[in-house]
């Protein structure tokens, strides 16, 4: 997991203006209402008929609230049609309006890891200005693998290509937008999709931009050379049913195996990773480029125009559910562990090995429905001596980003290895050691520091660029105050004591979780 991030810009309260009007749609307000109306009737005429579209086998119809779209992103007159059905679908089901639109899309343009952030305040389109939630922006910037890059924003087309869209579907609503960049691997998935979820409330729709095939030799992508139009579109429907069964496991290694050439792979993946487990996606309008008679040769790109909507989600995103402790783990899933973090020490201290899942079962760990679940976990470590037990090492993730099993995995190896306060621990040690687990509710926001309860919640800190974190139990243990603990916080992030309530209050945010926490007896 990459968790480093170049210093970003501070806001400069400025506006984007429309870069691709005149070119990939028009310019005109007039000519493009008219467009848009246009796409709109006919979406509408059509989804009154039949709410999905037939191309696909397995394609269920939309239940329940409307939760976020992924709508194509190529100029009007290649893909402009297809998208109509996205928004004439979200415009019906949310009668009222929505509050904001989270709008995600990949960077054509510009390689980079993480979240690329604008900090414009306005994004300007020929049907009128768009305001950005610049408080939500404000506050991802301070979190790990997201950063302004005005840059990125200024020649990317993924967003842009929406925006008017949205203006003429929703009027005057509130954007996040969010360029996705390359992820290294599904931990960074999952952190991006989490840290962005904790600001979806029940009113507000994601949108993924995103293409999905590119085939033909202009994108370097001819996997087949016979029946290409069935094989294209074969490939989409794979694509689809994983978006469809909401199976983010299952779409990354379906993006590894083919080596699919979806654009808005990451945006997509990072969804999946935000939705309640019970949402579906439905196929509205399927489309390729050779369709609209504009494409040329054998190069081919596919627009899909989905619907995510859950039937437990009536009334939009639900709020974040929050695990009770009491029965988060039982006794034999504390034990198996326990046991799992002590044979994981063991064999990378004396082989140098990291357990694969196959191993588990050689050692007789069930991993159970809840060990399965993503949750935040630190591991630690304590050598017993003369004057009792002293930290050896402690490492953890706050958020869900990996099963929980996988992550006590890698917070043992790390604990022994990877902290770097100590050495690396040695063979002759382990009989000394012991171990000691907390599994950690996901964080939540909270508005001041007088929300934070001593013993119970854990805090991290976010001032400027730096957080830092203590367990529910450090303060008490040290019998620290509030203040005397948000000191010391500040003071493990590398500013002064004092910073949380003096000259950096401004940019200081808290979070707090719980956790439950077992041991090696």
């Known amino acids: 997991m990459n968790i480093f991030r170049r210093k970003r810009k501070e806001s400069s309260g400025g506006r984007r203006d429309p870069r691709f009007a005149g070119t990939w749609y028009e310019a005109n307000e007039t000519r493009l209402n008219e467009q848009l109306d246009g796409f709109f009737a006919d979406a509408r005429l059509r989804l009154d008929k039949s709410p999905t579209d037939s191309v696909f086998r397995d394609n269920p119809e939309p239940e329940g609230g409307i939760l976020a779209m992924v709508v194509p992103h190529a100029g009007y007159m290649y893909s402009g049609s297809t998208a109509a059905y996205a928004y004439e679908f979200a415009r019906a089901a949310k009668t009222e309006g929505p509050g904001r639109i989270f709008l995600m899309g990949p960077s054509h343009y510009a390689g980079f890891a993480g979240v690329a952030l604008s900090s414009d305040r306005i994004f300007g389109t020929p049907l009128g200005d768009l305001k950005v939630d610049q408080e939500v922006v404000q506050a991802l910037s301070g979190y790990p693998l997201f950063q302004v890059m005005e840059d990125v924003h200024l020649q990317e087309h993924s967003l842009e290509l929406q925006l008017s869209f949205i203006k003429h579907a929703f009027g005057a609503v509130s954007i996040v937008p969010l360029i996705v960049g390359g992820l290294r691997d599904p931990a960074d998935v999952r952190l991006v999709g989490q840290i962005i979820r904790t600001f979806i409330g029940p009113e507000d729709i994601v949108v993924v931009s995103s293409d999905f095939t590119h085939f033909g030799p202009r994108y370097d992508y001819v996997p087949f050379d016979r029946d290409i139009p069935n094989r294209v579109r074969q490939l989409d429907e794979d694509a689809f049913g994983y978006l469809r069964d909401n199976d983010l496991t299952g779409f990354i290694e379906f993006h590894d195996r083919t080596r699919c050439t979806i654009?808005?792979?990451?945006?997509?993946?990072?969804?999946?990773?935000?939705?309640?487990?019970d949402s579906r996606a439905s196929l509205l309008r399927y489309r390729t480029s050779r369709d609209t008679g504009q494409e040329q040769g054998s190069n081919s790109v596919?627009?899909?125009?989905?619907?995510?909507?859950?039937?437990?989600?009536?009334d939009g995103w639900p709020a974040m559910s929050v695990p009770?402790?009491?029965?988060?783990?039982?006794?034999?899933?504390?034990?198996?562990?326990?046991?799992?973090?002590?044979l994981t020490l063991e064999s990378f201290v004396e082989e140098g090995e990291v357990p694969e899942r196959e191993t588990l079962e050689g050692w007789g760990i069930e991993v159970t429905e809840k060990l399965e679940r993503p949750l935040g976990v630190f591991v630690t470590l304590f050598k017993k001596g003369g004057r009792g037990k002293e930290l050896r090492g402690c490492i953890g993730y706050i958020w869900p980003i990996k099963p929980l099993f996988e992550a006590v995995i890698d917070n043992t190896v790390g604990a022994a290895s990877k902290?770097?306060?100590?050495?690396?621990?040695?063979?002759?040690?382990?009989?000394?050691i012991e171990i000691e687990i907390s599994v950690l509710t996901p964080p939540r926001r909270i508005d001041s520091e007088s929300e934070i309860e001593l013993g119970r919640h854990g805090i991290v800190l976010h001032i400027g660029n730096s957080q830092s974190v203590f367990l529910p139990h450090v303060a008490t243990e040290f019998g620290w105050t509030l203040n005397q603990t948000l000191d010391q916080l500040c003071l493990?992030?590398?500013?002064?004591?004092?910073?949380?309530?003096?000259?950096e209050k401004d940019r200081v945010r808290f979070e707090v979780f719980e956790s439950v926490m077992f041991e090696e007896q």
């Open 263 to 277: 654009c808005g792979y990451y945006p997509c993946a990072v969804l999946l990773s935000m939705l309640p487990d």
């Open 302 to 314: 596919s627009y899909l125009a989905l619907a995510f909507t859950s039937r437990s989600c009536q």
């Open 324 to 342: 009770c402790l009491a029965d988060l783990l039982d006794e034999e899933d504390r034990q198996n562990l326990l046991r799992l973090a002590r």
């Open 419 to 432: 902290d770097h306060r100590f050495d690396r621990v040695k063979s002759n040690e382990l009989r000394d």
């Open 492 to 503: 493990k992030a590398g500013y002064p004591a004092g910073s949380w309530s003096g000259s």
